[in-house]
């Protein structure tokens, strides 16, 4: 199996807070004057994942001289180890409030997954210079006009075990992506994570889209006309330029054979700044 973590450049680690959350800081070298002024970039990964998961994208960026905060959530990777149990969305938002703290200057926030509702819901309240979403888990709002089909029963478990990835490949995905997502995938906070899923019991997180100002950007894993849907009423919903990815999955959009394409769009939308 190929570790794409083991292909980093050098950085600096450490640990912030009481949580001891574990933050990763990328700066290129001999870089232009210029980009001092840029604001940082502030990743946000998503659920029973870490900063692990972005492995393949910080060499793109930093290269073009954007620094790059790569965070994990407390009880995530190598951040210390807390009881699960008691873990909430709100938590987890307190979390990404301190690296912004750390980072001295408002950042452009990208999240991924249950990393994007929590930069989402940030961004409402927290002074952030940009927000991307990738692949996001959706809105209330979103959901409300274009819903899933069938809703899951929530199970009662107090703690989600990691993803199981059974499957060898995928339409994006290499056995080397999938078996570098097996290496790292742990277990999730059952309260946070039903905090922002759709089910029989729960509708998801509210955004209020007039509270956010910022540039955003939306790039959605497409592999239906409601997907599709979901990823431009998102768009609608927060003014955000928009990117569908057709025949993507969640997880390849991240680590997967065509990830170039989401980094490029990234790009593209950061000359602005």
């Not at 509702?117 to 952030?128: F, Y």
């Not at 054979?257 to 700044?273: C, P």
Request: with cysteine; proline share 4%.
């Amino acid at each position: 199996m190929k570790d794409f973590t083991k292909e980093l450049p050098d950085h600096t680690e450490k640990y912030i807070g009481e949580n001891d959350l574990f933050l990763e800081i990328f700066e290129g070298e001999n870089l232009p004057k210029a980009t001092e002024k840029r604001p940082p970039l502030l990743f946000v990964h998503g659920a029973y994942s870490g900063s692990w998961m972005w492995s393949k994208y910080i060499p793109h960026f930093i290269s073009e001289g954007w620094k790059c905060y790569v965070m994990n959530l407390r009880s995530h990777y190598k951040s210390r180890l807390k009881d699960m149990t008691k873990i909430t969305f709100e938590d987890y938002l307190e979390d990404i409030k301190e690296v912004i703290a750390d980072c001295g200057v408002s950042p452009i926030l990208i999240g991924f997954s249950m990393g994007g509702i929590l930069s989402q819901k940030l961004a409402e309240t927290v002074d952030i210079s940009g927000l991307v979403l990738i692949d996001s888990v959706i809105s209330k709002e979103v959901y409300e006009v274009v819903p899933y089909k069938e809703l899951a029963e929530m199970t009662p478990d107090i703690i989600l075990p990691a993803p199981a990835r059974e499957e060898l490949t995928s339409i994006d995905e290499t056995a080397d992506d999938i078996e570098f997502q097996r290496k790292y995938l742990t277990m999730e906070s059952s309260k946070a994570f039903s905090a922002f899923s759709f089910s029989i019991e729960t509708k998801g997180i509210s955004i209020d889209s007039s509270s956010i100002s910022c540039p955003c950007l939306v790039i959605k894993a497409v592999n239906s006309e409601d997907d599709d849907r979901r990823g431009k009423v998102t768009a609608e919903h927060l003014r955000a330029a928009y990117k569908g990815l057709w025949n993507t999955t969640h997880t390849g959009v991240l680590v997967g054979q065509r990830y170039m394409e989401s980094v490029d769009t990234i790009m593209d939308w950061l000359k602005r700044f």
